[in-house]
């Protein structure tokens, strides 16, 4: 039994997923798959190209922070969760999904295990329940307090579609992703500044204090007059984090239509302006991302560029008409080498499907 999941790039919609707020990712072309077949051993064996091999004690399914915790997280919830008693089996992984590059490696490897893992044991997960047990292992297994965005669009992505998701209640739409003449593109920074998810944490607390402050539970229930009426009692850093919130929401909203209208100079634009929110009010780039964020958007054939993910370094996506070629990059990756002795690395993504098992 085999399945497989993507990884994700997110358009639009940053740091909101855990705020009420719109996003706007789709699944790319890169996957982990994930296969699962009975052991003869009576322990599970798991095996990934380039990692040593694991024993795992059927009775002894523990978080020890190694890669292996994502499909341990699997059988963990199958098992308590579903009450499956699951034999010794003999796990498989293969990924093309850059690690590291802040494509949701992690979320590909938990969901394409959840499927297969499942299908082995012939327990059909909707969908949802997929999602959720995904994130579910992500959050409580791995212990990374992320939100829903990356287990979502792993398994719920369509081919040339990007996913409109309002994460206050889940409701979504697809949307085409029909440019004639743009292409979306990740680069890879190489540069990570961030504390494990101290950053992270820290973000999400600053947004719920400043909730709490303004007496409301939910981003959605104030918007940016609200919000300026407030101002006195917040700190500088929580109504700039609110800023960053209302104002994404606004910028996704723009971004979907922009999408359904084919313009890809607006939804560039778009991005740009994202990027500028990011830095100056969530304050979740860095200089090596800033720089590469400033040469790129003053090159010709980009429509527009920012910081993607949980930023602190990572990943970059920007978006690029027709007569942009890969090496239009090359002069700025060694201006970029020579300023911070490192080079990014460029991939180019197109929307995909979602998780699946493949016969
Ligand atoms: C990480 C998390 C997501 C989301 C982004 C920021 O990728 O896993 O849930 O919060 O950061 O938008």
Redesign the pocket.
């Known amino acids: 039994m085999y399945a497989q999941a993507p990884g994700r790039v ?1 358009i639009i ?6 705020n009420d707020g719109f ?1 706007l990712p789709f699944a790319i072309d890169k996957v982990t798959k994930v296969s699962v077949k009975a052991s003869e051993k009576n322990y599970h064996t798991m095996h990934s190209k380039g990692f040593d091999q694991k024993a795992v004690e059927t009775n002894q399914i523990l978080r020890t922070g190694e890669w292996t915790d994502y499909v341990k997280g699997a059988l963990y919830y199958l098992e308590k969760d579903y009450d499956l008693t699951i034999s010794p089996l003999e796990i498989h992984i293969e990924s093309n999904i850059p690690l590291g590059a ?1 494509l ?1 490696s992690s ?1 590909a490897i938990e969901v394409a295990s959840l499927l297969s893992i499942a299908g082995f044991f012939n327990l059909n997960l909707a969908d949802k329940e997929l999602y959720l047990l995904a994130q579910k292992i ?1 959050n409580e297994f791995v212990g ?1 307090n ?5 287990q979502f669009i792993s398994v719920m992505g369509k081919k040339d579609k990007a996913v409109f998701l309002d994460t206050m209640n889940m409701q979504y739409d697809y949307v085409d992703i029909n440019f004639a003449d743009s292409h979306f593109f990740v680069l890879d920074s190489r540069v990570s500044h961030s504390l494990g998810d101290g950053d ?1 944490n820290a973000r999400r607390a600053e947004c719920e204090n400043a909730l709490k402050k303004m007496g409301k539970a939910s981003f959605r229930e104030i918007d940016l007059i609200f919000l300026n009426t407030k101002k006195d009692i917040l700190s500088t850093v929580e109504y700039k984090r609110s800023l960053h919130v209302l104002t994404e929401n606004e910028r996704v909203l723009k971004c979907k239509s922009a999408l359904e209208s084919g313009d890809g100079e607006k939804v560039g634009a778009l991005l740009s302006e994202t990027h500028i929110s990011l830095r100056d009010n969530y304050e979740c780039s860095c200089e090596e991302i800033d720089y590469l964020v400033e040469e790129l958007n003053k090159l010709e054939h980009i429509n527009g560029s920012r910081i993607m ?3 602190f370094g990572g990943s970059i996506i920007m978006l690029t008409d027709k007569n942009f070629e890969e090496k239009d990059l090359e002069e700025l990756n060694k201006s970029y080498h020579e300023l911070y002795n490192v080079k990014f690395k460029v991939h180019r993504v197109s929307p995909s499907k979602g998780a699946c098992i493949v016969e």
């Open positions: 997110n919609g940053e740091h909101v997923d855990y996003i802040g949701s979320a992500e990374v992320c939100g829903i965005m990356d992270y993910g949980g930023g």
